[in-house]
């Protein structure tokens, strides 16, 4: 047994320097990176960077459904608009008493809508923001996979409740402000303005800390025991069913949990760029958070972070110069990551880069073996046991 | 009162009916392919905008008052075309992965809606002018033995070398010929197609007008269908078809050509698409985005209608397209006035909008007691 114990020492120190890593890029992210930014006159990028680290958050709950599942979600807007409306409630009622939020007047609302109240209170908003997207992500998933709906089916489905919520939202004026949507950056908390600069300084750390938590939650998710049943349900459904699982639960527990993360990515985007309206819904935007994934790679964890952060970033370049032309960059590398780089930046690095260095530097190409069964302790304990159990018979 | 539920009937059937039409390609190709085309919406897009350019074309002329027949042809032609080389190009290299093709199609529809905003005589010249040299090039050079190996340097010099190519001699062109080659053939406004003088105006019924652009539609749709159904049922590349669709690798093994089945039946689906692009072009003025408006609404249909039968779809569109009108107009409410209760819960969702959340609703109940749509495809898969 001692290979057995060996291995687990092993993972431990395997699992400390990774957290070294994070740890340390989340140093760079919060020391390091803002200072340069603004030392080179490009401020306003540092209010950029947070913005896509919060998206990244989305993209993260995006991975764990679509990378690790297979189950396609054209709907996370819905999730991350849920969270962003909660936290905006809670950030117009910083009112003195009995006042309303300004954009009630011109609809001749005079008294608070029933819905609005709960949102006096913080702990109420907090939980708001993580819990009701859960919830409807959880009702919806449940009704959908209990009939063993999937695939191309259950995509169309979610895409069909984001159109529904977003017209929900857009037709009611009188209740959330309708198309115009609500603006955060004017609210006042903790007597700070929500634009002024430490505010959003405080918001940035905080989206940082939060997505080095959702990268720690997503890794405990996939690796492991869990990891395994969810890429179950990815790679053959039916035969996990024979083994006697029932992937519905799975599913809709994974589906909730993605759905939570796009709502603290809602909240946190929201904050940071000052409104959130109805079009956090359309359509294409939950499309797009799904190519991040691709791009940076689907069913790597990093791969999520780092697409979000590329393609939001080449997004706001390319925009500001060539504003016709990211459609056509856009459509490209939808049509180029499907066909082409199915393993996104990550499994091209990890695939062909390898070799490509190898092949450089003259060093032959490893034996490729079943993956990792000649380092499996358990096989090698095996091997040896069985080996002395003939030898004694 | 009657006439309030007679022009909700007709409103709705018309608005199933353009429905039916968008839903009858996606419907087949889904049902063959498995594969969901989000650029179906694009396609429409396209229809209309060939209908409005064979308007233009033909103003003046004598055959302007049946343009639109002319119009239904072109529009036909060039969303095939384009749904084969989609097929072709894209899509053939994509099945069984139809997650992927999804998304795949998804850039396809951005790539077709920024392309009628920026389309110029410059932009074709460019794109031509790489495919000439581009595809030139490797035609040539893909007839060497060892082609195979030098492949990723070939791309990794021709496409920017073909590229620099065709956008300089692009930007020489539009410096020299300025106004004429640069301008933009639609620009980002909507286009306005005027339907031909016997289409405008409709006849009254006990106090409701019925429009003859819907009744063009509306009978439009029934010879779409009629012609469809005809199509699959009586003839050899319809009897392939039902075949690849019921079992692709059986229907392989006896001879079936299923790669020509599926480019074929994708260009038809297109088609189909073109054909009520130029139909809803005669409901209002068209934009780059005209198609993203009936996407989600035509994916509903082959959800609720399931991939078994071509009648699913048109019960299907028919009721979505029915409740959607009668809960968005005001007629359940003032149906259901005696009963307040029920008339109150139907004024919440009377506008369009609110409507489509109730249709929603209604979808996502019908699914938990039929979940694979009104006609599911019949099988002993485990996956069925």
């Known amino acids: 047994m001692d290979a057995l114990i060996q291995s687990k020492s092993k993972a431990r120190q395997r699992l400390l320097i990774e957290a070294g890593i994070v740890a340390a890029i989340a140093l760079l992210l919060l020391f390091v990176i803002p200072p340069i930014l603004v030392g080179s006159g490009q401020g306003f990028r540092v209010n950029l960077l947070g913005r896509y680290l919060a998206l990244a958050i989305a993209a993260l709950g995006i991975d764990l459904i679509w990378g690790f599942t297979g189950i396609l979600s054209l709907g996370q807007g819905v999730f991350f608009a849920l969270g962003g409306y909660s936290l905006a409630m809670f950030l117009l009622l910083q009112l003195p008493d009995g006042q309303l939020p300004d954009f009630f007047s011109p609809y001749g609302v005079t008294e608070l809508p029933w819905l609005w109240q709960p949102f006096y209170s913080l702990p109420f908003t907090l939980f708001a923001i993580v819990f009701i997207p859960t919830i409807v992500a959880a009702t919806l998933g449940y009704l959908v996979f209990r009939n063993r709906i999937r695939g191309v089916y259950f995509s169309i489905l979610t895409q069909a409740a984001l159109i529904v919520f977003f017209n929900f939202f857009n037709g009611q004026q009188k209740l959330i402000n309708g198309t115009n949507g609500l603006k955060t950056d004017t609210a006042t908390i903790f007597g700070q303005t929500v634009s002024s600069p430490p505010v959003q300084a405080f918001l940035y750390t905080l989206t940082i800390l939060l997505l080095v938590g959702g990268y720690a939650l997503s890794r405990w998710l996939t690796s492991g025991r869990s990891g395994r049943l969810l890429v179950a349900v990815r790679d053959d459904e039916a035969r996990m069913r024979f083994s006697g699982y029932d992937p519905t639960m799975f599913k809709v527990l994974v589906f909730a949990i993605s759905a939570g993360l796009a709502g603290i990515a809602g909240a946190l985007y929201t904050v940071q760029s000052g409104i959130i309206t109805p079009q956090a819904m359309n359509i294409a935007f939950s499309i797009e958070m799904v190519i991040w994934v691709a791009v940076g790679g689907r069913a790597t964890i990093v791969g999520a972070i780092l697409g979000t952060l590329i393609v939001n970033f080449a997004k706001s370049i390319l925009s500001e110069r060539f504003p016709q032309f990211w459609y056509f960059f856009q459509g490209g590398l939808f049509l180029i990551v499907v066909t082409v780089l199915p393993g996104g930046i990550l499994g091209w690095l990890r695939e062909d880069g390898v070799r490509l260095v190898r092949s450089q530097i003259n060093k032959r190409r490893p034996l490729q073996t079943y993956p990792s069964l000649e380092e499996d302790p358990g096989v090698q304990y095996e091997r040896k046991n069985l080996a002395n159990r003939e030898s004694d018979g | ?384």
């Open chain 2, 1 to 384: 009162m009657l006439s309030g539920l007679l022009d909700g009937i007709f409103s709705g059937i018309s608005l199933g009916s353009v429905l039916l039409l968008a839903a009858l390609g996606l419907a087949i190709v889904f049902g063959l392919m498995g594969v969901i085309n989000m650029a179906h919406g694009e396609l429409m897009m396209l229809g209309a905008y060939t209908t409005y350019m064979v308007q233009n074309a033909l103003k003046g002329t004598p055959l302007f008052g049946i343009y639109i027949f002319i119009a239904l042809i072109a529009a036909f032609i060039v969303t095939a075309i384009f749904g084969l080389v989609l097929e072709r190009g894209v899509i053939r290299y994509l099945y069984g992965r139809p997650l992927e093709t999804l998304l795949a199609t998804w850039g396809v529809s951005l790539i077709l809606q920024q392309l009628v905003r920026s389309v110029s005589w410059q932009l074709v010249t460019i794109v031509a002018l790489f495919c000439l040299l581009f595809f030139g090039a490797m035609w040539i050079v893909a007839r060497r033995t060892d082609f195979e190996r030098a492949r990723g340097w070939f791309l990794a010099i021709m496409i920017p070398l073909s590229a620099a190519a065709a956008i300089a001699t692009g930007n020489v062109l539009g410096t020299l010929y300025k106004p004429a080659f640069t301008k933009l053939w639609f620009d980002a406004r909507n286009v306005d197609v005027t339907a031909p003088k016997w289409l405008r105006g409709g006849f009254p019924i006990a106090g409701t007008q019925f429009s003859y652009a819907r009744i063009f539609i509306i009978v439009l749709t029934i010879a779409c269908v009629v012609g469809v159904y005809w199509f699959l049922n009586n003839t050899p590349w319809g009897l392939r078809i039902r075949a690849v669709t019921q079992n692709r690798t059986m229907s392989a093994c006896l001879g079936i050509p299923t790669k020509k089945v599926d480019a074929l039946t994708f260009a038809l689906g297109s088609g189909l698409a073109g054909l009520a692009g130029c139909a809803v072009s005669l409901l209002g003025s068209v934009g780059p985005n005209t198609g993203q408006n009936y996407i989600v609404d035509t994916f509903m249909v082959v959800v609720v209608g399931g991939v078994g039968k071509l009648a699913g779809s048109i019960i299907a569109a028919l009721a979505i397209g029915t409740a959607n009108y009668l809960i968005g107009s005001n007629t359940l409410v003032d149906l259901t006035a005696p009963i307040k209760p029920l008339s109150d819960t139907f004024a919440f969702f009377s506008t369009i909008s609110m409507a489509k959340v109730l249709v929603f609703a209604l979808i996502i109940a019908f699914l938990q007691f039929r979940p694979g749509g009104l006609f599911p495809q019949k099988g002993r898969t485990v996956d069925a």
